[in-house]
């Protein structure tokens, strides 16, 4: 929480300790036996051996001095207090943390790495032991160096591409600096309890930065495990210091002659790769990929996976390069393939805590392994360290990819570097292959933006700018509100259509699925759609909320409310808040007797109409000073023990009544509590939005709802 992070601690000053970004139990199937310097009697050498780290020593190539060489391995791959918390009063309190993951994981690792040095084609997993793992990945991603950086830069000065909803965040949560946040997010994530019913998704939405508690949930729920091997002993996969922040996927830019730099407009991750020894690697493949079975969902995963196609700059060659990776999903206990399609077993009643999963070894060819190294290699500048165990088999890949790199100028075009430190990062690998006994020589390669994507860019945007109304409209000023420029508009404008194009194509793939699954596919769509950009999302729900009307779009709709208040929601939740309020309306325009609005029926369809509305009252506000508050009345009601006195029924939990009796008093103070953060007309409309539309204070939005509710 916040106030422990910025909290001034009066602890004793500590010893700095080295922090591993990379664990050791993963460096030990890298490294060998350290071996004592030459000349030294037995005596000595014995002595020499017992003295140095049991751990032994690492081949390395170190690319600040250019040079392969050997390294201990207890002081390779990680900082000095990397993940020190000095206002904390356990100063090394995330350490801990991570230590105790670390002891986790590691024993499941070691599990699977003996099976698989004992040649077992596969390993079953517990559903906790997969959910450890899973969760081990990502913050192998998230505690990296290059997240160091970013949340501790150099200058002081955080330069994310989130910089504003950062400090907007850091603000409200009285965080002091980005590392602050860093801190916290990672004790979260490392805290929160994974359980089957995904209550933890919750949990870290209310306790850590919204865009990496998103990001969070997505690389958990978006990707499956799949565990590869190389097929032929002599080869073997890299370990480079950003490793487990690679992925494969393409990476969309354009040239902003504006700010004179490259900005990514799309990125894709199809696959994410968590080497654990030189002959197995652990691969996160999307969801989106097609799989080896069929099942219900099969025919939306296609259209969202064409989708995130178009949203890059050259959709036709926005695919995966490993798409053909010869991997599946893994098998559980509770359900079989028959005839290609996945059936439920007896077990699929049993608790999901006994649940389990069977993961095989996949063997995989030279030209994947090729692949997977050459994309550690282009990312390795983003480090100053790779360890490999064979030297041979590292020359043959560092001049394979220097040889194509030199093929194909392309693939070194690599985000936010200039060209220099490409060439210079070139020429190192030229030297560092040398090193290793190779021979290989590549032309000194010129890189620089393309001219005619320069110029197009630049014209594109002039053209643009004077179509544009000399004074700005209600439309224009919002757009700008969230974020928006002249120039992105037409691209913007593209991208709402097709996402728009996206939903259509969802709903008629899903028209013969249940119910429950229907709505299963349309919440994983929800959670893909508002991750885009914010002012994306605004024009996509104007657009659909024109379908079927004139193609003009309107400017009174319930997301040009949120979009007026943009300032006061809480960063992350701005476009979740839209979009639930956006749809909400539009259900209950189309279907008035949508829950308990009107009338109210106790079969299976009244049912499921009533499960849809709590689901839709039951959201998070997304407002600071108003979370606030409801916590405090909430706190009060709970005290004055309101919800033993109301009459609803059964089907309300004590959580939800108290909620509901917190409302009424947070709709009495809401004016004046947000008075002088948004003026007067604005907060009008947004409390009749947020308490007639989005959180009634009474469930049901009508008398005779509240009567219907009362007769249960």
């Known amino acids: 929480m916040a106030t422990s992070s910025t909290s001034i601690a009066r602890a004793e000053p500590q010893r700095p300790q080295y922090h591993h970004f990379i664990p050791r139990f993963i460096l030990r199937n890298y490294a060998d036996p350290m071996q004592p310097p030459p000349g030294l009697n037995k005596k000595k050498q014995k002595r020499w051996v017992q003295s140095h780290s049991k751990d032994g020593v690492l081949n390395i190539i170190d690319l600040d001095k250019v040079k392969v060489t050997q390294s201990p391995l207890s002081s390779t791959l990680g900082l000095l207090d990397m993940y020190r918390d000095v206002k904390s009063s356990d100063q090394y309190d995330v350490e801990k943390k991570l230590s105790v993951l670390e002891g986790q994981a590691g024993t499941i690792i070691s599990e699977i790495k003996k099976a698989f040095d004992s040649e077992l084609p596969d390993i079953w997993l517990t559903r906790s032991k997969r959910d450890i793992l899973r969760k081990f990945l990502f913050i192998m991603k998230y505690r990296s160096q290059g997240f160091h950086q970013r949340f501790n830069p150099v200058t002081g000065d955080y330069i994310a591409d989130d910089r504003e909803d950062m400090l907007t965040y850091m603000k409200a949560k009285g965080f002091v600096k980005p590392i ?65 922040s690679v992925f494969e996927g393409p990476v969309s830019e354009v040239f902003n002659p504006m700010i004179q730099k490259m900005v990514t407009t799309a990125y894709t991750e199809y696959h994410c790769f968590a080497p654990i020894s030189p002959r197995l690697i652990i691969m996160l493949r999307s969801n989106f990929l097609p799989q080896a079975w069929h099942d219900d969902g099969e025919d939306a995963r296609e259209e969202a996976l064409q989708y995130t196609k178009t949203l890059h700059n050259d959709p036709a060659s926005a695919g995966s390069t490993l798409l053909d990776l010869p991997v599946e999903k893994g098998r559980n206990s509770y359900s079989i393939v028959r005839n290609g399609t996945i059936v439920p077993t007896a077990e699929h009643s049993l608790p999901p805590s006994q649940h389990k999963f069977l993961f095989r070894f996949f063997p995989i060819e030279a030209k994947h392994i090729t692949t997977i190294n050459y994309i550690m290699l282009n990312e390795a500048f983003r480090s100053s360290t790779i360890v490999f165990k064979s030297k041979a088999a590292t020359r043959l890949t560092i001049e394979g990819y220097l040889l194509l790199a030199e093929a194909d100028l392309k693939l070194m075009i690599i985000k936010g570097v200039p060209g220099d430190q490409r060439r210079r990062y070139l020429a190192n690998l030229v030297d560092i292959a040398q090193q290793l006994g190779g021979s290989v020589r590549i032309k000194n390669p010129v890189i620089s933006i393309p001219r005619d994507e320069e110029g197009a860019f630049r014209a594109w945007s002039e053209s643009f700018r004077k179509a544009m109304p000399a004074v700005d409209t209600p439309f224009t000023n919002l757009y700008k509100r969230l974020g928006g420029f002249p120039e992105f508009l037409p691209k913007d404008m593209d991208q709402a259509k097709k996402m728009m194009n996206f939903v259509v194509k969802v709903d008629v793939c899903i028209q013969r699925l249940s119910a429950n699954a229907k709505d299963e596919v349309r919440l994983n769509r929800q959670e893909l759609l508002i991750t885009l950009p914010r002012r994306r999302v605004w024009l996509f729900l104007k657009q659909i909320r024109a379908m079927g009307r004139s193609y003009e779009l309107q400017m009174d709709g319930p997301e040009d409310v949120i979009a007026r208040a943009a300032q006061l929601f809480i960063p992350g939740t701005l476009t979740r808040i839209m979009y639930h309020a956006s749809r909400t309306q539009d259900i209950l325009s189309r279907n008035p007797d949508m829950g308990v609005v009107n009338r ?106 509240r009567g219907n509710i009362k007769a249960l």
Request: proline share 2%; charged share 30%; net charge negative.
């Open 600 to 705: 109210l029926t106790l079969d299976k369809e009244g049912h499921q109409r009533l499960s849809q509305e709590m689901y839709l009252v039951f959201q998070r506000i997304g407002i600071e000073k108003i979370e606030e508050l409801s916590k405090l009345l909430y706190d009060e009601a709970k005290g004055l023990k309101v919800h033993e006195q109301v009459e609803y029924p059964e089907i309300f939990t004590e959580d939800q009544l108290l909620e509901l009796a917190a409302r009424n008093g947070v709709q009495d103070l809401f004016i004046d509590v947000l008075s002088g953060d948004l003026e007067y007309e604005a907060l009008r409309d947004l409390k009749k939005l947020m308490f007639e539309i989005l959180y009634p204070p009474v469930f049901g939005r009508s008398k005779q709802a």
């Open 180 to 244: 602050d946040v860093w801190l916290n997010n990672l004790r979260t994530f490392i805290d929160v309890k994974m359980d089957a019913e995904k209550l933890w998704k919750q949990t870290v939405l209310d306790n850590a930065y919204p865009g990496d508690a998103m990001w969070f949930y997505a690389h958990i729920e978006a990707f499956y495990l799949a565990l590869c091997q190389t097929s032929d002993l002599s080869e073997e996969f890299l370990l480079t210091g950003n490793a487990y």
